[in-house]
């Protein structure tokens, strides 16, 4: 996993230009979001989002530009560092589904998704985000509608547990054997 300091800095130099740090708190976070969906193990950066009362935000980075309504590359200068091929093909193809929409779509969009409305329902302000809730939410927006970025996926595939218990071998009526031994083996370790 990489810092997400060093995914902020990325994502300054890739834009050019200082933007709102409610703009880059929501580019970090779906970028966080959809390289878990597209790594399906791991999210980019170990850092959960937090519900924050402007949406999901990433603390580390929030420290850094605390008080600065614009920021710019140069505020994270330091932290510029080598990510992946596959994080960057990720960050560079968030950039450019949600690089279209306006800071305060972008808002909006946040707080309309289950992920955020789930964590500030549970307790307004500062809650840490649910690493499988983004995954299950995001990978089914990958699934059920052509409105997101075109993410590559890894071979592995996560599905919600209604769809699941829903696939069952023809022959005798239970899900496929490697399913159910890879859902059990999950189960074990699912909340990041």
Do not use: C
Request: charged share 25%.
């Amino acid at each position: 996993m990489t810092n997400p300091r060093n995914v902020a800095a990325y994502i300054l130099d890739a834009v050019g230009e200082e933007i709102s740090s409610y703009r880059l708190q929501k580019l970090l976070y779906y970028a966080d979001a959809w390289f878990l969906v597209a790594n399906g193990e791991r999210p980019l950066f170990a850092e959960a989002p937090i519900a924050y009362e402007n949406g999901p935000l990433i603390y580390s980075v929030w420290k850094l530009h605390e008080r600065q309504f614009k920021v710019a590359a140069a505020n994270f200068a330091q932290h510029r560092a080598e990510l992946s091929t596959e994080e960057m093909d990720v960050i560079d193809e968030v950039l450019r589904y949600y690089g279209r929409f306006s800071t305060k779509e972008l808002v909006d969009r946040t707080h309309a998704e289950a992920p955020y409305k789930e964590a500030w329902a549970k307790h307004p302000h500062n809650t840490r985000m649910s690493i499988s809730l983004m995954r299950e939410f995001y990978s089914e927006q990958l699934v059920a509608s052509d409105q997101h970025p075109a993410i590559r996926t890894l071979t592995r595939t996560y599905l919600p547990a209604t769809e699941f218990i829903d696939l069952a071998d023809e022959e005798n009526g239970e899900p496929p054997a490697e399913l159910v031994a890879a859902y059990r083996s999950r189960r074990g370790r699912s909340e990041a």
